[in-house]
């Protein structure tokens, strides 16, 4: 008689099916779809989990499992069911085909996110820079706009004389004005072209005494630009490069860090003594004693 072993097997050979389907079909490791196979009972877990990959192996196959399962109890001395004619040959259990077609479409969700999460943040980073760049170079001071009165013709005669037939009579005396509330504001011909401030002009602001040098030393030079910074004594130094971002640290002393970018640098630094710039090769003058603090260094300068 055959085994409960032999059973199964002839059963997925007939439906043409290998172990590793069977095993993806009922979520049954295929050790233990092999144990079961060649009757190695001892490999199996307890009797009630095998019943369970029996029944699951059958439903795989599209067969009853009543002869399997009466094999298996055979084993023990339960007479066996008489065999049951094979029935017709069925397809192959939709289970396998549908979990390779969620996975897929998961898969392609997956993929979809991840191009729609990287077209915003190539949106992002190229309207960063422009905000920063407007920020960091602050906006220009505010010029004081000229206030041009309308121009007025310039009086062709005196309205004070009298025609020259007509003796003039001398003007009436003033009384004396008694200041009673504050007069009302008097309004004073302005010459044609005249600027009216209601500040006093401000005073040009200093360039930094390192912006000549440096000037003199990056004269000349065309992207990209690579910048190297070489510390002597510990260092706190923020770098913006073309793409908006910013690299900031403590730069300790003996260390060198290197950007390279297609815009001018924007740099501040934290003690302007302790480091050494170089810029396309060139050293940069120092820009300031040890502990000096120089916010915003356009390099190259514009």
Known sequence: MASVGDHLRELRQGRGLSLDEISRATRVASRYLEALESDRFAALPAPVFTRGFILAYCQALGEAPDEALALYDGRDGVPAAAPRPPAAPVARPPVAESEPRSRSAVLVSFVLLVILGMALFAVALMTQPAREERVDRGA???????????????????????????????????????????????????????????????????????????????????SPYRLIARASEATWIRVRTEDGQNSEETLPAGQTREWVSNRPFVLTLGNAGGVTLELNGRTLPPLGPSGTVISRIVLPPQ
């Not at 309004?187 to 930094?208: D, K, L, N, Q, S």
């Open 140 to 222: 220009p001071p505010v010029a004081d706009v000229p206030l041009s009165a309308p121009a007025r013709q310039p009086a062709t005669a005196s309205a004070d004389p009298a025609p020259s037939s007509v003796p003039a009579s001398p003007p009436p005396p003033r009384a004396p004005a008694i200041a009673m509330s504050p007069p009302a504001p008097s309004v004073t011909p302005v010459p044609a072209g005249a600027v009216i401030t209601h500040e006093p002009p401000r005073p040009a602001a200093t360039p930094p005494s390192w912006l000549p040098g440096v000037q003199a030393a990056t004269g000349g030079l065309g």
